[in-house]
């Protein structure tokens, strides 16, 4: 996740410095007297360059993201190991390119080669990253005690990690060479089978998008087609580019784009209708379904989460919310969704995403480029139908069915909305504690790490998991299986994972 939470400030700087830079929006809009020269300008091409240049590298940082994740100790030397591995396993591939002429006879698949931190090398994508961190952490989890013979003994500990990692990446890396081709020719194949599906794969691609979200695997699900060949392939400006995200930034740094690519927006241009009108809708549903004397409390709770949801895309306060009192909603969420990506896509909608597809992203990747470029406008109706259906659904399924959303609860019990409110009640009664308590305590916790949302954690044994004890510390659910448990807090998650790791680390 932390790779991922740079994305949006990346976004950001790359969206403004593109858009106002762009000599086509300069002239659209006959600017070119305040941007097309000066220091306004010289700026705004930096913040296009900076935000680029994270895109660019994203294997890497990939590579030492997961890496700095998956240690279970001495995360930095992890960190540093992977960088220095993933370059060593490009450099390793580049060599046996250039050794055995591939890069100039053109025996590889078109696209096949690539570029790693300016180093020739199989065009892998974050899948190369992702390969480095996962070994890497691996290495460093088994060695970074390892004690070496005392005339050795100063490349011993975590100084071995990068040694280590070298040299098992050299071997990866030949490894590789002759392996990645036909792992790339499959993905290529199944990109291709899946955009050629149309829109029926949409539609399938969104609802398993959000059907994976209470597992917490849905970044595993999305990622490969953001970011390889799964989410097609495009030359942007000269350059082969694969994945769809970085199509979309690639045509969003080029001057010479007049419209940008439906097959790559169709992973990201979905998320938009559901995430600014149709939860805010639900939301409105639950409030309108609610008792008349809990509407005062469960108005505010309801107003901040659709707000969250409006303009960062941080949906889970108001999913698991119904996904955990009433889960035929969440249901009926999937199927929309997967609805509202196909809709998006059959409109050609063209918007992409950093993070999430919230008001941010939208203004900045759909309406500041300008309807010609993203067809945003056919997103508004879209959008408004989606408030209509999910108020009107959502609140004659409520009340049909009689299921307890918040302010329906019974009168002596609490109305809560799954979200944040209850932690910044629980922080006077020390609640770093009482997490380390409903998991058994310090002993018991193997692993401690958190996503956007969830703190999540190993345990040695998960018979001892209190979970009243812990969903009174403001948890809006509780995922478990076998020994790994999710806990989910909303976007405050790291400041509590960094207040845990300090309580433990004080006793």
Request: charged share 15%; proline share 4%; with cysteine.
């Amino acid at each position: 996740m932390l790779p991922i939470a740079l994305l949006p400030i990346a976004g950001i700087l790359l969206g403004i410095g593109a858009s106002f830079s762009n000599p086509q929006m300069i002239a659209s809009y006959n600017l070119g007297w305040l941007l097309s020269e000066g220091p306004l300008h010289f700026i705004l091409t930096i913040m296009k360059n900076s935000g680029n240049i994270v895109f660019a590298n994203l294997p890497i940082i990939f590579a030492m993201g997961v890496a700095l994740g998956m240690a279970e100790k001495e995360k930095a030397a992890a960190a540093l190991s992977s960088g220095i591995a993933f370059l060593v396993m490009h450099q390793t591939i580049s060599s046996l390119l250039s050794l055995t002429d591939k890069l100039e006879s053109g025996a590889m698949l078109d696209g096949a080669v690539g570029s790693a931190c300016g180093i020739p090398t199989l065009e892998m994508g974050v899948f190369g990253g992702i390969i480095v961190g996962l070994g890497v952490a691996y290495l460093h989890n088994k060695f970074y005690k390892i004690k070496l013979p005392n005339v050795i003994s100063f490349f011993g500990g975590t100084r071995f990690i990068p040694i280590v990692s070298s040299l098992a990446y050299i071997f990866i890396g030949t490894l590789m060479f002759f392996v990645w081709p036909y792992i790339q020719g499959g993905m290529y194949s199944l990109g291709k089978l899946v955009t050629q599906s149309g829109h029926a794969g949409t539609f399938i691609y969104g609802i398993i998008e959000r059907a994976l979200i209470p597992f917490g695997l849905h970044h595993v699900f999305y990622m490969p087609f953001w970011q390889t060949g799964l989410g097609g392939t495009a030359i942007v400006d000269g350059v082969y580019i694969t994945g769809a995200q970085n199509i979309f930034f690639a045509e969003l740094g080029s001057p010479n784009v007049t419209h940008f690519s439906i097959d790559a927006a169709r992973f990201m241009a979905g998320k938009f209708p559901f995430m600014i009108f149709g939860l805010p809708g639900a939301a409105w549903a639950m409030y309108a379904a609610a008792k008349s004397n809990k509407k005062k409390v469960v108005g505010g709770l309801l107003f901040s989460a659709a707000l969250t949801a409006m303009i960062t895309g941080i949906t889970e306060p108001i999913e698991f919310t119904f996904l955990f009192v009433a889960p035929v909603l969440y249901g009926i969420h999937c199927v929309f969704a997967g609805l509202s990506f196909m809709l998006m896509h059959v409109s050609n909608v063209a918007i992409g995403q950093t993070f999430s597809g919230g008001i941010i992203d939208f203004l900045l990747f759909g309406v500041l480029q300008g309807n010609d470029k993203t067809n945003w406008i056919s997103a508004l109706p879209i959008g408004i139908a989606y408030f209509t259906v999910y108020y009107f659904l959502f609140k004659f399924v409520i009340e049909k069915f009689n299921l307890i959303t918040p302010g329906r609860e019974e009168d002596e019990i609490e109305s809560k909305l799954y979200t944040r409110k209850d932690l910044d009640a629980s922080k006077q009664d020390n609640i770093s504690e009482r997490i380390v308590n409903g998991l058994g305590g310090a002993d018991n916790i193997q692993d401690l790490d958190c996503c956007a949302t969830r703190l999540r954690v190993k345990v040695q044994d998960e018979n001892k998991i209190d979970e009243p004890v812990l969903k009174s510390t403001g948890a809006s659910g509780i995922i478990k299986k076998g020994k790994g448990i999710q806990i989910i807090y909303g976007p405050r998650v790291t400041v509590i994972k960094s207040e845990v790791e300090d309580y433990i680390s004080g006793l």
